[in-house]
């Protein structure tokens, strides 16, 4: 993320909108995205990933956990900043106060977000869970954001199921035995939802051509790294720059948990229509880098 040490978060900076969007999917590495994007010269980002606005004004359900989220965020910058051994500088903390106890999610709200972008920058907002927004919210967006370019990474349709799973177990400090508690998991919709390419990717293509929107294959992330990050410099028209742990996993999964073939031939069937979409609308090379 953003360096806060590279913010002056006491200049008298305008309400300003993001240009940058990355809107999913999630588990598809949309984290890894932002830490890399962030370390740019020409890109400033929040101290906090995920402002999630076009989500809560659109998918009623994602406004019940957004004030854990902000609340979660704003406690791991806090422990950021102690384990460096140091003070959260008095103006982050008043940024944080006015983005996170003031009234929130309004369009004053979201730009004022954005307001400490030095000038010449380029704001960016990176929130997987804007893929799943319905149609009149991409609608939204692209009269809201007339000047945005937006990424969406795709990844393998049952890895990305898997990776969710393993999530879900992680943080609930599951340690499966066997492939039932797997299997249990498998009929929850919220696994499916967010990685419904068929549905969600015809939305956001209709309203925004090659120039505006990139959609990449997750897989170039582990296979090289450089040369895509290049290319989405290239997207965006940012000079080139070298990235810090490009290479590195962000969300390295725990050895004690690797779904059984079982649940992969079941999701694999489940998730039929994603994979014939995926064939129908990409070709060959570009399906074989979801992975």
Do not use: C
Not at 174 to 196: H, I, M, S
Not at 241 to 268: I, M, N, T
Request: glycine share 6%; net charge positive.
């Amino acid at each position: 993320m953003t360096d806060e040490r590279d913010t002056d978060w006491d200049a008298p900076g305008k309400p300003r909108k993001p240009t940058i969007i990355g809107i999913g999917a999630q588990k598809a590495g949309t984290t890894w995205l932002s830490q890399m994007l962030a370390q740019h010269p020409k890109i400033w980002m929040p101290p906090f990933k995920e402002v999630q606005f076009f989500s809560h004004r659109f998918v009623e359900e994602h406004r019940q956990w957004l004030p854990w989220h902000f609340g979660r965020a704003r406690q791991n910058l806090g422990k950021r900043w102690a384990a460096r051994g140091e003070a959260v500088p008095q103006g982050l903390v008043e940024y944080l106060d006015r983005v996170t106890r003031g009234p929130m999610f309004t369009e004053d709200w979201y730009k004022q977000v954005f307001s400490p972008a030095p000038p010449g920058s380029r704001p960016m907002d990176i929130s997987p869970e804007y893929s799943t927004i319905p149609d009149e919210g991409v609608d939204f967006v692209r009269d809201f954001l007339p000047r945005a370019q937006f990424i969406y990474i795709l990844r393998h349709p049952v890895d990305r199921v898997i990776s969710q799973m393993k999530m879900h177990m992680a943080r609930r400090k599951q340690v499966p035995k066997g492939a039932k508690p797997w299997l249990d998991l498998l009929d929850d919709p919220a696994l499916y939802n967010r990685g419904n390419y068929a549905e969600y990717l015809p939305r956001w293509q209709a309203r925004f051509g090659p120039d505006r929107l990139l959609v990449l294959p997750f897989g170039r992330i582990g296979s090289d790294p450089d040369k895509l990050l290049a290319e989405v410099e290239n997207f965006l028209g940012l000079p080139p720059f070298r990235y810090r742990s490009s290479g590195r996993k962000v969300f390295a999964a725990r050895d004690d948990l690797s779904a059984p073939g079982e649940v992969r031939e079941v999701l694999r069937e489940k998730l039929a229509p994603q994979f014939d979409y995926l064939e129908r609308a990409f070709p060959a090379e570009f399906n074989a880098q979801l992975r």
